[in-house]
């Protein structure tokens, strides 16, 4: 069984029925991001416009209409029933130094928010310039490092709000 949550509504799923109803619908898959479904004798071609597995969340084109479908499996289910929100640890708390070497800069400041992605600083390890990027959203709280310090690996580097 699952939850999916199109457009603010949700909907319980399980083998073939939605809330419980069984539903018929024929679906063939056309290409890797487009489908034909036939359902109560319409026929309507669905498009996968953007995926984001981490927040399990589905862009689809059914016609003119963009649905965002977001999917909670048995185990995402589960964990919301014992009230451990899996987005919650997730958040952002540190970014500790990957290998030793030498920070070559540093791209942000206290109170900075950053978004997933955003350079954070530059570690010269090796002889090579390792970018390392924010892996969430978070805003910074303290930087533990200056330009040129060397660093050990698992170093605290940057403690995040």
């Known amino acids: 069984m699952i939850q999916a949550t199109i457009n603010g509504k949700q ?3 399980d083998k073939n029925t939605v809330n419980g109803e069984e539903i018929k619908w024929d679906l063939q898959k056309i290409s ?13 071609n669905a498009t996968i416009i953007q995926v984001n597995k981490e927040d399990k ?9 963009d649905y ?4 909670k ?3 995402d289910l589960l964990l919301e029933k014992l009230g451990i929100n899996t987005a919650a640890s997730n958040k952002l708390q540190h970014l500790k130094s990957p290998m030793p070497g030498l920070i070559a800069s540093v791209a942000v400041q206290p109170g900075d928010a950053v978004k997933k992605g955003d350079t954070l600083l530059i570690l010269e390890a090796m002889k090579m310039e390792n970018v390392l990027k924010a892996s ?3 805003v910074v709280k303290k930087i533990h490092v200056n330009i040129k ?3 050990e690996k698992s170093q605290l580097l940057i403690e995040f709000e």
Do not use: P, Y
Not at 68 to 71: G, K, L, W
């Open 32 to 44: 890797a991001t487009d489908f034909h479904i036939i359902h109560n004798g319409k026929s309507l």
């Open 57 to 65: 969340k589905v862009i689809v084109r059914i016609g003119e209409r």
């Open 11 to 13: 909907f319980t799923v």
């Open 136 to 138: 969430a959203d978070a």
């Open 149 to 151: 310090q060397a660093v």
């Open 73 to 75: 499996d048995a185990t």
């Open 68 to 71: 965002e479908v977001a999917i």
